[in-house]
């Protein structure tokens, strides 16, 4: 069915102005640490676990290619449009008082840290120790004749057929650099005329970074095969120095207004526009000749402080390829989730998923829990259900083999009406998801593809289900995407109900997604940009009246929203207790003295990444068994939510988010399981000081948040066992 035009109405009401107390708003600037840096301070808790020797050999090889993966996208987007600010002429300061040329300075003394220690890791650190363990990142110096035989027929057969030289000269002016692709810079001369040029070979993406040798445990770069036959590339000709260089382009997406009448048009136009965007930094061998390298930054018109020269390898996510090898004594212990209880099968017998959600809601932890049991198997078994009439989906990022969209179409197939809000503009994913839209559109999926200047970010699953008392819903609301790859790796919560309230909200969050609403009240849920914020500030307010006996504690991946890092400030003012576990980003300044004595900031990075949201407020403080018991033992009622947004700018003023109350009594036991975990964890936890630095944790009791969480998971399957044979866990 053809797509739905993108809906511009706006969302309800004008953001009210919240006066700062004079005794917070006194500490001025200094209040907040800068958030871009804070990023880059999560990217230096990655390295620190890339050198740790207490992980598994490859685990740290992993935690590397993620710190590479990190920094490319930190200059695609936030370096990217920091400078734009400054080519702009746009002067004012950031909330922590820097102007985009001063954030752009000390970003670069950042990286440049970050670059030094990536490559001494990795050559010091890495290296060595693959090598020890019979994996060598060799280069093509230290191999013997045999080697570099068997290299010279990859060469021929394999790399040869794919190659472009492309020269540097006035009938060949100088080549257009896609972003992050590697290419050599090679100096060529004419012995006949004695002419010099340069030229560019671009390394193939399409090959693997790494050629593999005969011995599968030997791997050597495939720009060094490359340069080892220059010769052939340019035959009769003198080759000079040569050296590495990849560039970074700006990525973000900007979309034209007058672009919106159709979105998905628009989309594209812009994913073709990134090609040739600015670029914006300049990575090279730091063997490279300085003249040469100034006169290819010049070519690539990268602003002067963007060339960062390294000692190890260009992009190092190419290690993912040495993270994949079969090695099982150097990985970490593989992990099978567990089916929820409620939810496993008896015997040969399929669960009644909707049977068990009319009885009681269903809480699923991910990957502790298994999520093809569970959020697919719900989605699955309402596309078979003939009593089911419709199912409405937010999709903002998905696995390319996603069971949950054959589902959907399957549920179209059969008659049901299916309606998807496809967020285009999920970012790097934009592709993707446009193939996905047309997929479901071909087979009669109502597709609606996201809301011009907003994102759809919301993870919300709406199921349509006649009944003996009439139509019944049932939701799914959560914390991580509807993406079974990225399910067994990040740390996520889904809340399973078939409470009539929820979904009554639930259903007219789609009806404004779909149509035209001014939706500004819902009964149960949060929903940004509408109610989220207000909602959260009064929630934090009423513990601030409560002082001492409030309760304040928060999971979230990260906190720089000035207008609740201020709230939080007040209610530490007034005496709360108030704990943070924030996985990256963080402007709020823990433990300063007359500000922020009360709060506690924390970081938990880990084998799985840490991904859901938690919001806890009241409750008694014996329920947290990190913090010392006393005080007032007048606590306000406890009140927990789960969802997707991040108490940053963005999520809760220019995306769809929603947070769920947790309400049944066991699974808000399961919630303050979960924090009081992350709040004892002494192994993957790094705390922030009031001077804006982060500290590793030394383990004293050894409690590892993750591992527990594990034990737990499968404790839960034994006793559900114990309780009925017929479930198989």
């Given amino acids: 069915m053809a797509a739905q035009p993108a809906r511009v109405e706006p969302l309800a009401g004008e953001r009210r102005t919240v006066a700062v107390p004079q005794a917070i708003a006194a500490y001025g600037h200094r209040r907040f640490t800068n958030k871009e840096l804070s990023r880059l301070d999560f990217l230096s808790r990655l390295l620190d676990l890339a050198e740790d020797t207490r992980l598994p050999l490859l685990e740290q090889v992993k935690f590397m290619a993620i710190h590479a993966e990190a920094l490319d996208e930190f200059f695609q987007v936030r370096v990217a449009g920091l400078q734009d600010k400054l080519v702009a002429g746009v002067r004012s300061r950031s909330v922590d008082g820097l102007r985009p040329g001063e954030e752009l300075a ?51 057969r394999q ?5 472009t030289p492309l020269a540097v000269d006035p009938g060949h002016p100088f080549p257009y650099i896609s972003n992050l692709s590697l290419n050599l810079l090679v100096e060529v001369g004419d012995p006949a005329t004695g002419e010099e040029r340069i030229a560019r070979v671009k390394v193939p993406s399409v090959l693997p970074r790494f050629v593999v040798m005969p011995d599968g445990e030997r791997f050597v770069p495939l720009e060094q095969v490359i340069a080892a036959h220059l010769h052939t590339l340019f035959p009769g000709m003198a080759i000079g120095e040569h050296d590495t260089f990849r560039v970074t382009r700006n990525a ?110 269903v809480l699923v932890h991910h990957p502790y829990d298994s999520f093809a049991t569970s959020v697919e198997a719900f989605v699955t078994q309402a596309a078979d259900d003939p009593a089911v009439l419709g199912i409405k989906q937010t999709l903002y990022r998905t696995s390319g083999d ?3 969209v054959a589902s959907l179409i399957k549920a179209a197939e059969c008659g049901k009406q299916v309606a998807v809000i496809v967020e285009l503009k999920a970012r790097f994913d934009e592709q993707a998801n446009i193939a996905w839209a047309k ?27 006649r009944e003996d008392d009439g139509i019944r819903r049932y939701c799914h609301v959560g914390t991580g995407n509807y993406n079974s790859s990225t399910a067994a790796v990040y740390e996520d919560l889904g809340l399973l109900t078939s409470d009539l309230d929820i979904g009554a909200d639930v ?49 979230v991946n990260g906190l720089t929203d000035p207008e609740m890092i201020d709230a939080l400030y007040a209610a530490s003012r007034a005496g709360v207790p ?68 991040d108490l940053m700018e963005r999520n809760l003023d220019r995306r769809i988010e929603v947070l769920v109350p947790v309400h049944d009594v066991e699974l808000q036991g399961r919630l303050l399981e979960i924090l009081d975990l992350v709040f004892a964890d002494d192994v993957n936890a790094w705390v922030l000081h009031a001077d804006g630095a982060w500290e590793r944790l030394a383990p004293v009791k050894g409690i590892d ?21 017929r479930h198989d866990g």
């Avoid at 790399?159 to 190659?163: C, M």
């Avoid at 948040?705 to 044979?725: C, F, H, N, W, Y």
């Fill in 106 to 156: 000390a970003i670069r003394a950042r990286v440049e840290q970050l670059v030094a220690r990536q490559d001494a890791i990795f050559l010091d650190v890495l290296v060595p120790a693959l090598a020890d363990a019979g994996i060598r990142l060799s280069d093509w110096t230290s191999l013997d004749d045999d080697d570099r035989s068997y290299l010279v027929d990859v060469f021929r």
């Fill in 402 to 404: 996603s069971p949950i």
């Fill in 252 to 361: 973000d997406l900007a979309l034209e207004e007058d672009e919106a009448d159709d979105l998905l048009v628009a989309v594209e136009m812009e994913l073709r526009r990134r090609r040739f965007a600015s670029a914006v930094r300049l990575e090279i061998s730091s063997a490279a000749d300085p003249a040469l390298v100034e006169r290819l930054r010049e070519e690539l018109d990268v602003p002067p402080d963007g060339v960062y020269t390294l000692d190890a390898p260009i992009d190092l996510s190419g290690l993912w390829a040495v993270y994949g090898l079969d090695r099982p004594d150097l990985h970490a212990e593989t992990w099978t989730p567990m089916t929820p209880p409620f939810l496993a099968t008896a015997g040969n017998e399929p669960t009644d998923l909707f049977g068990v959600l009319r009885e009681r809601d």
């Fill in 439 to 465: 997929a479901l559109e071909e087979a009669g999926v109502h597709v609606v593809y996201g809301l011009v200047g907003l994102k759809t970010h919301s993870k919300t699953v709406l199921v349509l289900r």
């Fill in 507 to 555: 259903g007219d969050l789609f009806n404004y997604l779909t149509g035209y609403s001014r939706q500004s009240e819902y009964r149960q849920i949060f929903v940004a940009p509408v109610t989220l914020r207000e909602r959260v500030l009064e929630l934090i307010a009423r513990q601030a009246e409560a002082g001492p006996a409030g309760r304040i504690v928060l999971k």
């Fill in 159 to 163: 790399i040869y057929p794919v190659l």
């Fill in 705 to 725: 948040s993750q591992q527990r969480l594990k034990e737990l998971a499968v404790e839960r399957a034994r006793r559900r066992r114990d309780v009925d044979p």
């Fill in 578 to 645: 108030i704990d943070l576990a924030v996985r990256g980003m963080c402007s709020l300044r823990p433990g300063v003295p007359g500000l922020s004595e009360t709060i506690t900031v924390r970081s938990i990075v880990a084998q799985f990444l840490e991904h859901s949201r938690i919001y806890r407020f009241g409750g008694s403080r014996d329920d947290a068994p990190h913090r010392e018991p006393g005080g007032c033992a007048m606590a306000l009622p406890l009140e927990l939510y789960i969802g997707s947004a």
